[in-house]
């Protein structure tokens, strides 16, 4: 079977090449919001080929965004509103069983985007040359090359699976621009009769992990 696989990896920057990349995610932001405010007028639509009739043309000449990352604005915007109206279905089913009186606000505003995260195709928006090292991305100006670095086990993954899309982010922290790549990978089926014990994990805040099994056992980090 094939299983999905997310890889880090550290973007070498230069001081200019990483002002390239701020203009380009505030940018994408920006864009983000604008589209998702379309949305929102327009009842709140989840409908991605609709909002991005209504936005590509408009985005693409205001805020300088290529044709593929437009139609991945419109993905995007289609894809949080799809899953603040699922929620809504939800909440709505749980006020009719009494287990809450409170009103669902998820939709009151437009969804808002705060990170500058930029997701990417593979051979559209971006690409890699193994034999130099380098990846290849879009910014406002045009697109830029630069070397990469991560841990060496996600490197040779990434020579030998399919690519998929990927998420320029930006840890504002390290002032650092990273590409989180998803990779699909082949792994040997499961053999359900041989597994004994399942375990949840849950993350969060004040512990960081709480795990639980199919026995009942209960650990708290």
Known sequence: MNQVLTLKLKLNHSADQKSAFDSFSLSYRD?????SKIAFVNKKTSNKIKIQELSYYEIREKFNIGAQLACS?????????????????????????????????????????????????????????????????????GRIKMTYSGWNKHLNLLKTNKIGAANLIYDKNKQQYYLCVAIEIEVNDLDLSKIKKVKGCDLGQQYLAVTQSNESEVKFY
């Open 31 to 35: 864009a983000l919001n604008h589209t």
């Open 73 to 141: 604005i419109a993905r995007d915007v289609g894809a949080k509103y799809k899953t603040q109206w699922t929620n809504f279905k939800k909440h709505r089913a749980n006020v009719a069983k009494g287990y809450t009186k409170k009103r669902y606000k998820g939709l009151d505003n437009p969804v808002e985007y705060k990170a500058r995260t930029v997701t990417l195709q593979h051979k559209k928006d971006y690409s890699f040359d193994f034999k130099k090292g380098l990846v290849s991305l879009p910014t406002l100006t």
